[in-house]
């Protein structure tokens, strides 16, 4: 289990986050007024640190064990689509951005935006989209998918969230929608760049590789004809000794391993630039038995 800790960068992310906004709320350090966001007082007072130090002034119970749910059961799946610190950027630039456009569309209003509702949305709406078919195991329970387990946390967090409505409190009201309507937008936007990126200018970024590694095995070709027709010339020259006192260890290993075409059109692309580089630097004669058969190898995949 500590290993699991160890390699989520988002245990160590939210765990000074949770203990800020727990000993705010239980010790009454009554620090919100400061951290939270108000475009109206932001554009008196110039409080420009406000932009990023909402989501700190969180004083709900519900909204705090929302995000909570959601960002450490399903933060280790955003993590495995992009580097590790990917994630912790986007969320401190999305912080930024909301706390911008908020300021712009309610300039004039008297509104306290606190939370980190948005960030929950977001990763809530994103997993949704991406791992909707996939299913969650948690012990003897029937497995269950995550699209079902997210609506059941979505209709959970709007049940609590009845009374805001009730109240008929329109600036509650506001600072309680902005932000979930925020975090959708987002998200969605965020998804359609991965779908257009997957189902349209991946498939032909790889056809543009595979017409250019089948140019370099046109090309493999022509220089395997050359140098068969050499080989027989190189194969008769005087043989250099096979140790030297102070030879490099790393290049012999490297002859003595034989070379293999592999299943990975990239991985063959290097191999054969490789090859084809050393012969223009060193010429024919500098090729090697292993490389030589690397080369019929590929020319007759063409």
């Given at each position: 289990?500590?290993?699991?800790?160890?390699?989520?960068?988002?245990?160590?992310?939210?765990?000074?986050?949770?203990?800020?906004?727990?000993?705010?709320?239980?010790?009454?350090?009554?620090?919100?007024?400061?951290?939270?966001?108000?475009?109206?007082?932001?554009?008196?007072?110039?409080?420009?640190?406000?932009?990023?130090?909402?989501?700190?002034?969180?004083?709900?119970?519900?909204?705090?064990?929302?995000?909570?749910?959601?960002?450490?059961?399903?933060?280790?799946?955003?993590?495995?689509?992009?580097?590790?610190?990917?994630?912790?950027?986007?969320?401190?630039?999305?912080?930024?951005?909301?706390?911008?456009?908020?300021?712009?569309?309610?300039?004039?209003?008297?509104?306290?935006?606190?939370?980190?509702?948005?960030?929950?949305?977001?990763?809530?709406?994103?997993?949704?989209?991406?791992?909707?078919?996939?299913?969650?195991?948690?012990?003897?329970?029937?497995?269950?998918?995550?699209?079902?387990?997210?609506?059941?946390?979505?209709?959970?967090?709007?049940a609590f969230s009845i009374p805001i409505f009730i109240e008929g409190n329109t600036t509650k009201i506001i600072s309680?929608?902005?932000?979930?309507?925020?975090?959708?937008?987002?998200?969605?936007?965020?998804?359609?760049?991965?779908?257009?990126?997957?189902?349209?200018?991946?498939?032909?970024?790889?056809?543009?590789?595979?017409?250019?590694?089948?140019?370099?095995?046109?090309?493999?070709?022509?220089?395997?004809?050359?140098?068969?027709?050499?080989?027989?010339?190189h194969q008769t020259e005087p043989e250099q000794p096979k140790i030297q006192p102070f030879g490099n260890r790393f290049?012999?290993?490297?002859?003595?391993?034989?070379?293999?075409?592999?299943?990975?059109?990239?991985?063959?692309?290097?191999?054969?630039?490789?090859?084809?580089?050393?012969?223009?630097?060193?010429?024919?004669?500098?090729?090697?038995?292993?490389?030589?058969?690397?080369?019929?190898?590929?020319?007759?995949?063409?």
């Amino acid at each position: 289990m500590l290993s699991i800790f160890k390699n989520n960068i988002g245990f160590y992310l939210f765990l000074p986050l949770a203990i800020f906004i727990v000993l705010n709320n239980f010790f009454n350090l009554d620090i919100t007024s400061v951290l939270a966001l108000n475009p109206k007082n932001l554009l008196k007072t110039n409080s420009l640190w406000t932009l990023i130090t909402f989501p700190l002034a969180e004083n709900s119970v519900v909204n705090f064990l929302f995000f909570s749910t959601i960002f450490l059961l399903y933060y280790p799946l955003l993590q495995s689509i992009y580097r590790r610190w990917f994630f912790p950027v986007f969320f401190a630039l999305l912080t930024v951005l909301q706390g911008a456009f908020f300021t712009l569309a309610f300039w004039d209003s008297d509104i306290n935006f606190i939370g980190l509702t948005s960030i929950s949305t977001f990763i809530l709406v994103v997993v949704s989209f991406l791992y909707s078919s996939e299913r969650f195991a948690f012990g003897k329970l029937p497995v269950i998918r995550v699209a079902h387990i997210n609506l059941i946390i979505a209709m959970a967090y709007l049940a609590f969230s009845i009374p805001i409505f009730i109240e008929g409190n329109t600036t509650k009201i506001i600072s309680f929608a902005a932000p979930i309507v925020f975090g959708m937008i987002i998200a969605i936007i965020f998804y359609l760049q991965i779908y257009f990126y997957n189902n349209y200018f991946l498939p032909k970024r790889r056809i543009r590789s595979i017409n250019e590694i089948k140019q370099l095995l046109t090309k493999a070709r022509e220089s395997v004809q050359t140098l068969e027709s050499t080989l027989v010339t190189h194969q008769t020259e005087p043989e250099q000794p096979k140790i030297q006192p102070f030879g490099n260890r790393f290049e012999k290993i490297a002859k003595s391993n034989k070379i293999m075409v592999s299943d990975d059109p990239e991985t063959n692309e290097e191999l054969l630039n490789k090859i084809l580089d050393k012969i223009s630097e060193r010429g024919i004669e500098s090729v090697t038995a292993n490389e030589l058969e690397l080369l019929k190898q590929l020319s007759s995949k063409i």
